[in-house]
């Protein structure tokens, strides 16, 4: 699925046939606001969508493949681009529709770097990320000394940030693609500006894999979107089979808050090092060799996914035999509940200093010991299911209703439910809302239901045939909102019922 990101002419190229109406409405009133913050029209929109990970939680940082989709919900910037009135820099206007929560800012930026303070947790870190990942690419393409233009943009987000739907490498994509665009690259390339997008993010300061970004640049509408990251990047678009009843992922917000950058330390980031740590030790152990693994794209260059690679070279078992194996080799080689530094460090052939190093010192964390047994586990476990999800929906099912129907959709619904239980009590990233939230669906027709994204807090998401998604919605405000102090802004978003959506995009204005 290579291609460049597509330039729309009517919103009808991006949107569902459902959502038209409401984004009709909200793009008239992003444009006329533009117009009316900046005395004269925009040139152009450029579009990301939020994404929905459908299976395969926590394991793109450890380079396995994921199962995504894009939503409808999404980022917009509205630009347009005036000359510099300085030789020496040029300047960035940004502001946003929502613009009492999010104020205005004005950038006066040198040619050569773009600061980002990410201990400071400040709305337009990420458009800056996306600036500067762009610019890298723009400098490549023309040169050291390229000068970027100015620009003024109105951003209009429906992505709702911290929710788990990926709101940030939704506005990291639409800005790096709305750099590039306005800095004459007309035609972008999708793969450039996802590994851009992936890089761009870390600066941010969460140390994150390459799903959100890929989702949400590579989708296509009424598809999901499987992405692998090895040997190189790669989304191709998956559909699934037409059932009677219909099948939906509804997701539903818990309404608790998990803010990455204050949790990162304890939470999302320590996983990445101690999926790193496992990737480390478990190569020493079980690969007999003090020679490291071969860097790689993962975000500190070890991978469980490499280590996998390197002890299964020149097998001929399949992917599934083999994760069936590291599952029982991990339960084998790491039998503790935890393990201090002073304990991985010799086993690594490193020092602790250097472990501290090559591990902790990019993005802080705080740990005494790291879960590394519980840590492959899932993420072995999580791949495995990954790939038995994807061969459940390209088996042919009957399209008749009835028992092979049923069973189709309880294999979907279990994959999913195990998902859910393995990033509970193994991998520990959901918390009592979200098991709450999976509970009630389940126990009102959902067939799988699961947290999605990073976790500890923010959105489910649950497959429920079209003739139940009532009762689950009906299930959710009885035992769930309406037991929470909810403004009825939430409660109108506290429930979606997404089709795949379309990724990335520029519109021109006319
Ligand atoms: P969200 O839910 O957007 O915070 C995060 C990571 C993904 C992936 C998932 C867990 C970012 C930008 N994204 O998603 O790469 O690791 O968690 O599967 O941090
Ligand atoms: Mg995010």
Same mark, same amino acid.
């Given at each position: 699925?290579?291609?460049?990101?597509?330039?729309?002419?009517?919103?009808?190229?991006?949107?569902?046939?459902?959502?038209?109406?409401?984004?009709?409405?909200?793009?008239?009133?992003?444009?006329?606001?533009?117009?009316?913050?900046?005395?004269?029209?925009?040139?152009?929109?450029?579009?990301?969508?939020?994404?929905?990970?459908?299976? =395969?939680?926590?394991?793109?940082?450890?380079?396995?493949?994921?199962?995504?989709?894009?939503?409808?919900?999404?980022?917009?910037?509205?630009?347009?681009?005036?000359?510099?009135?300085?030789?020496?820099?040029?300047?960035?206007?940004?502001?946003?529709?929502?613009?009492?929560?999010?104020?205005?800012?004005?950038?006066?930026?040198?040619?050569?770097?773009?600061?980002?303070?990410?201990?400071?947790?400040?709305?337009?870190?990420?458009?800056?990320?996306?600036?500067?990942?762009?610019?890298?690419?723009?400098?490549?393409?023309?040169?050291?000394?390229?000068?970027?233009?100015?620009?003024?943009?109105?951003?209009?987000?429906?992505?709702?940030?911290?929710? =788990?739907?990926?709101?940030?490498?939704?506005?990291?994509?639409?800005?790096?693609?709305?750099?590039?665009?306005?800095? *004459?690259?007309?035609?972008?390339?999708?793969?450039?500006?996802?590994?851009?997008?992936?890089?761009?993010?870390?600066?941010?300061?969460?140390?994150?894999? *390459?799903?959100?970004?890929?989702?949400?640049?590579?989708?296509?509408?009424?598809?999901?979107?499987?992405?692998?990251?090895?040997?190189?990047?790669?989304?191709?678009?998956?559909?699934?089979?037409?059932?009677?009843?219909?099948?939906?992922?509804?997701?539903?917000?818990?309404?608790?808050?998990?803010?990455?950058?204050?949790?990162?330390?304890?939470?999302?980031?320590?996983?990445?090092?101690?999926?790193?740590?496992?990737?480390?030790?478990?190569?020493?152990?079980?690969?007999?060799?003090?020679?490291?693994?071969?860097?790689?794209?993962?975000?500190?260059?070890?991978?469980?996914?490499?280590?996998?690679?390197?002890?299964?070279?020149?097998?001929?078992?399949?992917?599934?035999?083999?994760?069936?194996?590291?599952?029982?080799?991990?339960?084998?080689?790491?039998?503790?509940?935890?393990?201090?530094?002073?304990?991985?460090?010799?086993?690594?052939?490193?020092?602790?200093?250097?472990?501290?190093?090559?591990?902790?010192?990019?993005?802080?964390?705080?740990?005494?010991?790291?879960?590394?047994?519980?840590?492959?586990?899932?993420?072995?476990?999580?791949?495995?299911?990954?790939?038995?999800?994807?061969?459940?929906?390209?088996?042919?099912?009957?399209?008749?209703?009835?028992?092979?129907?049923?069973?189709?959709?309880?294999?979907?619904?279990?994959?999913?439910?195990?998902?859910?239980?393995?990033?509970?009590?193994?991998?520990?990233?959901?918390?009592?809302?979200?098991?709450?939230?999976?509970?009630?669906?389940?126990?009102?027709?959902?067939? *799988?239901?699961?947290?999605?994204?990073?976790?500890?807090?923010?959105?489910?998401?649950?497959?429920?045939?079209?003739?139940?998604?009532?009762?689950?919605?009906?299930?959710?405000?009885?035992?769930?909102?309406?037991?929470?102090?909810?403004?009825?802004?939430?409660?109108?978003?506290?429930?979606?019922?997404?089709?795949?959506?379309?990724?990335?995009?520029?519109?021109?204005?006319?």
């Amino acid at each position: 699925m290579v291609g460049t990101v597509p330039v729309a002419k009517s919103l009808e190229d991006i949107y569902t046939e459902d959502a038209l109406p409401t984004q009709r409405a909200r793009w008239d009133q992003l444009l006329s606001q533009f117009k009316a913050n900046y005395s004269h029209p925009a040139h152009f929109v450029s579009r990301s969508p939020g994404r929905v990970n459908i299976i =395969g939680e926590h394991i793109d940082y450890s380079l396995y493949s994921v199962l995504p989709m894009a939503i409808t919900a999404d980022v917009l910037l509205a630009v347009s681009t005036f000359e510099n009135s300085s030789p020496t820099s040029y300047k960035i206007k940004v502001s946003n529709v929502q613009a009492v929560k999010f104020p205005t800012h004005e950038f006066d930026l040198p040619f050569d770097a773009v600061d980002i303070d990410a201990s400071v947790h400040e709305w337009t870190n990420y458009f800056k990320s996306g600036l500067r990942g762009a610019l890298e690419l723009l400098r490549k393409k023309h040169g050291a000394d390229f000068k970027p233009k100015s620009m003024e943009i109105l951003m209009d987000g429906t992505v709702p940030a911290g929710g =788990g739907l990926s709101s940030s490498a939704a506005f990291v994509s639409a800005s790096a693609l709305a750099v590039l665009y306005a800095n *004459g690259y007309a035609s972008v390339d999708k793969t450039e500006l996802t590994e851009l997008a992936i890089v761009s993010e870390r600066a941010v300061g969460v140390n994150s894999g *390459g799903m959100d970004q890929s989702a949400s640049v590579f989708s296509t509408r009424g598809s999901a979107l499987f992405v692998s990251f090895v040997p190189s990047l790669t989304a191709k678009t998956i559909q699934f089979p037409k059932t009677d009843p219909e099948l939906n992922f509804v997701i539903a917000q818990s309404f608790v808050t998990s803010n990455k950058h204050v949790t990162g330390p304890v939470c999302y980031n320590l996983r990445v090092v101690e999926c790193s740590l496992a990737a480390a030790y478990l190569h020493a152990v079980l690969n007999k060799t003090s020679s490291p693994l071969p860097k790689d794209a993962s975000p500190l260059g070890i991978s469980l996914q490499g280590f996998h690679d390197t002890y299964f070279k020149g097998s001929n078992k399949s992917i599934e035999e083999q994760l069936e194996e590291l599952i029982e080799l991990t339960k084998k080689t790491l039998t503790q509940d935890g393990y201090p530094r002073e304990e991985i460090a010799p086993i690594i052939h490193l020092t602790v200093p250097e472990l501290n190093e090559r591990f902790t010192s990019a993005f802080p964390i705080r740990a005494e010991k790291f879960k590394l047994r519980q840590r492959a586990l899932h993420v072995f476990s999580e791949a495995l299911r990954v790939l038995q999800f994807l061969s459940t929906l390209q088996s042919p099912i009957s399209q008749a209703p009835g028992s092979s129907t049923e069973a189709f959709n309880k294999k979907l619904g279990d994959l999913m439910n195990a998902t859910q239980d393995s990033c509970r009590d193994v991998y520990e990233c959901s918390c009592p809302e979200l098991d709450e939230l999976c509970t009630i669906a389940r126990n009102a027709g959902s067939y *799988g239901s699961r947290l999605t994204g990073a976790g500890w807090g923010g959105c489910s998401v649950h497959l429920v045939p079209t003739d139940r998604v009532e009762s689950v919605k009906a299930a959710w405000e009885k035992d769930y909102y309406s037991k929470r102090n909810l403004t009825v802004e939430q409660k109108d978003a506290a429930v979606v019922v997404s089709k795949p959506g379309s990724g990335s995009a520029v519109f021109i204005v006319q």
